[in-house]
T-cell receptor
Framework: GNSVTQMEGPVTLSEEAFLTINCTYT??????LFWYVQYPGEGLQLLLK?????DKGSNKGFEATYRKETTSFHLEKGSVQVSDSAVYFC???????????FGTGTLLAVQP | DAMVIQNPRYQVTQFGKPVTLSCSQT?????MYWYQQKSSQAPKLLFH???????NEADTPDNFQSRRPNTSFCFLDIRSPGLGDAAMYLC??????????????FGPGTRLTVL
């Protein structure tokens, strides 16, 4: 079945450091891939998405490229800020029922 | 701005006392979802509506019910809340189930406390 594997957290970085959060997936067909961000006490916000191989999603300085050959969708940002501290979820949607399959989430803590 | 709205943001109920959570959307989306999220975990899909068609996940307890009286509103009813039902409840919408823009957009959530 479909699944998402996401790197364990917490990830602790200093402000302006480079961020990578790894995400790999297993799926049949050609799923859409998403990164959602959840700030404390809030719902999930769509950060970026990609719908086909080699697509790059980007938003607010974050980027992720849909790599079918490595079944990956790693999240990157060149220079993190304290305000980026949150939980990041990688997810895929590959079924007819549009059920999102989430990774376990990665807590990012950015220190000034 | 088009959005997904959840009310209330915080709900306290007593063990066994029925509670209803509300979700509304101005996106005019066909599909509405309810997720349960417990602390430090990923959201878990409870059920969804595609228009008026209700689709329950196989492992959703009978204690959880849902109503969708019109396109804009969807309710989550917990008939007899137990302590294990304390969680964040998230509503999401999408324009369609598959193909095209199937992105799900989430509301801010309702934090349910069971005393």
């Amino acid at each position: 079945g479909n699944s998402v594997t996401q790197m364990e957290g917490p990830v602790t970085l200093s402000e302006e450091a480079f961020l990578t959060i790894n995400c790999t997936y297993t799926a049949t067909g050609y799923p859409s891939l998403f990164w959602y961000v959840q700030y404390p006490g809030e719902g999930l916000q769509l950060l970026l998405k990609a719908t086909k191989a080699d697509d790059k999603g980007s938003n607010k300085g974050f980027e992720a490229t849909y790599r079918k050959e490595t079944t990956s969708f790693h999240l990157e940002k060149g220079s993190v800020q304290v305000s980026d501290s949150a939980v990041y979820f990688c997810a895929l949607n590959g079924g007819a029922t549009n059920k999102l399959i989430f990774g376990t989430g990665t807590l990012l803590a950015v220190q000034p | 701005d088009a959005m997904v709205i959840q009310n209330p943001r915080y709900q306290v109920t007593q063990f066994g006392k029925p509670v209803t959570l509300s979700c509304s959307q101005t996106l005019n989306h066909n599909v509405m979802y309810w997720y349960q999220q417990k602390s430090s975990q990923a959201p878990k899909l409870l059920f969804h509506y595609y228009d008026k068609d209700f689709n329950n996940e196989a492992d959703t307890p009978d204690n959880f019910q849902s109503r969708r009286p019109n396109t804009s509103f969807c309710f989550l009813d917990i008939r007899s809340p137990g302590l294990g039902d304390a969680a964040m409840y998230l509503c999401a919408t999408s324009s369609r189930l598959a193909g095209g823009d199937d992105t799900q957009y989430f509301g801010p959530g309702t934090r349910l406390t069971v005393l």
